[in-house]
């Protein structure tokens, strides 16, 4: 069975604004199907063969390089041998594994292969247009005539002599860089050539079975810019869990720079993987698999905190404490969960039942005869749940109400209200006073 070998060779780009892919981040991206990739000239040569098994098969695996190849700016073309399939992807041909490697070559110009390129001028004085012409002459002869460059690059293109190649390794960090070709105005138009980026740094998670947890763009200012514009900008996006996909990652981009504003036009960006930890794989089922509830939540938590801000989502932590105001607390949605939300599960539990709902501030109560009124005189079900504690704190404000409280919580029944929690506040002396703190739904 003949080896399966494919070239990369960048391509201009769509867009006139953007340059092309160079070959190192080429050779990085191709690293994610294969450890045997080699730059060599302007291209990446790649050896599947042996990866193939893991992508289930030769054929999903060529389609998913040809997917991304076409996804980063790249044509990739296919041959039994290294130089075989750049000789084809030069000449804009991208399939020589259906025939025999030799008629494929054979027609092939002689500027196809670089050590049959600098040659060309005296092999066209001597009739030779094609490779097939090359390889008609005597080998004796061109053994002495020209370089032994020449017949070794032709035998390994024919697949009659083994390939050695450098290959190519994976650097401990991920940062990629892209130049465009003309100036971009606005923040949003970064995501074009942002995007391509993202795939690199996506293959180089997957090579290394990473995730990335938090990514960095940065941006660098025209040369013609004010003072006041600065070198450039830059924004870090972090995900709820490491990942690697491109899709949610341009996503995040995409709400974040349409928050941004460019101070001056930008000729340069750059990629960085900030953050990354090992990504757990998880053990494939047989049955069919739906998509988690939760990591579902997630993905539409990091969207609106993307689109309002950090700010603007946040989750509730349970505190150990017995005040009722102080047993939850607001904090960002990607904050860790504090230590005492962990302990507060084995903490003890309430003497009566916690309300639903509890007011900011909690409110008087008349009273009629040492009874408390709340739309209609309250009646006691149970309690008291004598409740004391926040001494340790100091108001921020000097007429802020003290965190320190002494109080006698009680269940009660309100004849229009329902069910109600109030507390009785001990005050100087034997007076005391009655408050209503919540009610339940």
Not at 238 to 260: G, I, K, W, Y
Request: net charge neutral; with cysteine; glycine share 8%.
């Amino acid at each position: 069975m003949p080896a399966h070998w494919a070239a990369l060779l960048p391509v201009q780009p769509d867009s006139p604004s953007h340059s092309p892919i160079d070959a190192a981040s080429l050779g990085i991206w191709a690293l994610q199907f294969t450890p045997r990739v080699a730059l060599l000239e302007e291209a990446v040569l790649a050896e599947v063969d042996a990866s193939a098994r893991l992508f289930g098969g030769m054929e999903r695996l060529r389609q998913s390089m040809e997917d991304g190849a076409a996804e980063i700016g790249a044509r990739i073309a296919w041959a039994p041998s290294g130089l075989g399939a750049l000789a084809l992807g030069r000449n804009g041909r991208s399939d020589g594994m259906g025939l025999p490697l030799a008629r494929v070559l054979d027609t092939l110009p002689l500027s196809s292969l670089t050590q049959v390129a600098l040659h060309e001028a005296t092999l066209a004085r001597i009739g030779c247009r094609t490779l097939g012409d090359v390889r008609a002459l005597p080998r004796g002869g061109l053994g002495r005539r020209f370089d032994k460059a020449l017949l070794t690059a032709l035998d390994q293109a024919y697949g009659l002599r083994p390939e050695a190649y450098n290959w190519l390794t994976l650097p401990e960090s991920f940062s990629a860089r892209l130049e465009f070709m003309s100036r971009v105005e606005t923040a949003p138009g970064l995501l074009f050539g942002a995007h391509r980026l993202l795939v690199q740094m996506a293959a180089w998670l997957c090579a290394r079975r990473l995730g990335a947890s938090a990514f960095t763009l940065r941006w660098l200012h025209d040369a013609m810019r004010s003072r006041d514009a600065g070198s450039g900008g830059e924004i870090t996006i972090r995900t709820a869990q490491p990942m690697q996909s491109v899709a949610h990652f341009a996503r995040l981009l995409s709400e974040h720079l349409a928050r941004t504003k460019l101070l001056a036009p930008v000729g340069d960006i750059e990629l960085i993987a900030t953050e990354v930890a090992p990504v757990v794989e998880n053990s494939r089922s047989l049955l069919p698999e739906t998509p988690s509830k939760a990591a579902g939540i997630a993905l539409a938590l990091e969207r609106i905190q993307a689109r309002l801000g950090a700010h603007c989502v946040r989750s509730a932590s349970l505190c150990p404490d017995h005040r009722l105001e102080w047993m939850q607390r607001w904090e960002g949605a990607a904050a860790p969960v504090p230590k005492g939300a962990r302990a507060s599960a084995g903490a003890q539990v309430p003497a009566l039942p916690l309300p639903t709902w509890i007011l900011k501030e909690p409110m008087r109560l008349c009273e009629r005869e040492h009874v408390p009124i709340y739309q209609g005189r309250l009646q006691m079900l149970l309690g008291p749940d004598r409740v004391e504690g926040g001494w340790w704190h100091r108001p921020e404000r000097e007429d802020a109400q003290p965190l320190n409280v002494q109080r006698d919580y009680w269940l009660a029944l309100s004849p229009h209200a329902g069910v109600l929690w109030v507390f009785q506040e001990r005050l100087a002396g034997d007076q005391t006073a009655w408050f209503l703190h919540g009610h339940f739904g």
